[in-house]
């Protein structure tokens, strides 16, 4: 049998994993509840996690996402202890962004599954030269789920459109506010929270509000979706650069499940993704996307276009992180 624990959350990536776990006919431990705040939350999981011990037999499989907080190890140990495997998804590390943990004391926590999935090689490395041990393989890129079409429109645009989807705020990411002298070949559409349309003085900013992913999937309509974080045009700057240089950002998903081609940073642990299944391009710095543009052909555009098309379909299916569950279930590890 293969069980896991529900993530009681509003974050997708978590709640896609999820779903895409119900689709493949495992067993929920986690009890149903009516609320999500914090102390419902805590015994709702608690009881998820005691199940393992009356539920979980020799030979079954449980999977989890992590960080899962207090419950991780937990988890781990009651499983092992009824000679069952785990197999873990990363969504974040401790050790990065956040700065919570070191990177051993991460491994150790890791170091309690059996079957481990990182985000992309560069994290996948990572975690192998601080001592992981057991078997780890790379996502490529998250799943994305939605019953909500992309709307259907011309392409390219002139200028070309390029959709950025995330934290506006000045203070979040500066970078937008630089741009104004390097957008002769393309305009930017804005969504999220924090832009100030009575402070903008670069008409090439479009802004549309903030919106939740089903809405902002019928009205997005752009030629890229650009990943970027930080203050600088240069590089993605800060911990939201370290951050892009191992993780596999969400909005890359949302972009390309919405069939929009992206641009990402030379540095970003993507970018070989991106490259080699023709989804996009990839800058060293911002100032290069005019040069970018205007060399790039119909032909060249309309090939990254079907190639987003095709991956669209791949993310809706589940099909990435399903492939890897459906790997450690056959697997001899544990």
């Not at 929920?28 to 705040?37: A, D, Y």
Request: with cysteine; net charge positive; charged share 25%.
């Amino acid at each position: 049998m293969n069980y896991f624990i529900e993530i009681i959350t509003q974050n997708k990536a978590k709640t896609d994993i999820d779903t895409i776990y119900k689709r493949l006919g495992y067993t929920n431990l986690t009890p149903m509840r009516k609320s999500i705040n914090p102390v419902s939350r805590f015994f709702v999981k608690l009881v998820g996690v005691l199940r393992i011990l009356t539920k979980v037999r020799r030979g079954d499989t449980l999977f989890l996402q992590y960080p899962m907080k207090k419950f991780y190890y937990t988890a781990c140990t009651f499983a092992h202890l009824k000679n069952a495997k785990v197999v873990t998804i990363i969504h974040d590390l401790g050790a990065f962004r956040r700065h919570k943990l070191t990177p051993e004391q991460e491994n150790k926590r890791l170091s309690k599954t059996d079957f481990l999935i990182a985000h992309n090689e560069t994290m996948k490395q990572y975690l192998i030269d601080h001592g992981f041990k057991n078997t780890i393989v790379s996502l490529g890129i998250f799943d994305y789920l939605s019953e909500t079409e992309p709307r259907t429109y011309a392409t390219p645009h002139k200028p070309w459109r390029v959709v950025y989807a995330g934290g506006l705020h000045q203070w979040r990411n500066p970078f937008l506010y630089k741009l104004q002298p390097y957008m002769k070949q393309w305009q930017m559409e804005l969504y999220g929270p924090g832009f100030k349309e009575d402070g903008n003085k670069n008409e090439k900013l479009h802004y549309h509000g903030n919106l939740k992913p089903e809405e902002l999937m019928q009205q997005v309509e752009a030629d890229f979706g650009l990943v970027w974080d930080g203050s600088s045009l240069d590089e993605c700057d800060g911990d939201w650069g370290t951050y892009l240089k191992n993780n596999n950002p969400h909005k890359t998903s949302f972009c390309i499940r919405a069939g929009i081609p992206v641009i990402v940073w030379t540095q970003a642990a993507m970018k070989p993704f991106i490259l080699e299944n023709g989804l996009g391009f990839a800058v060293d710095s911002l100032r290069q996307i005019d040069e970018v543009l205007a060399h790039l052909t119909i032909g060249e555009y309309q090939k990254m276009r079907e190639a987003a098309a095709r991956f669209a379909v791949l993310l809706e299916q589940g099909h990435f992180a399903s492939r890897h569950f459906n790997a450690a279930t056959s697997s001899s590890v544990g």
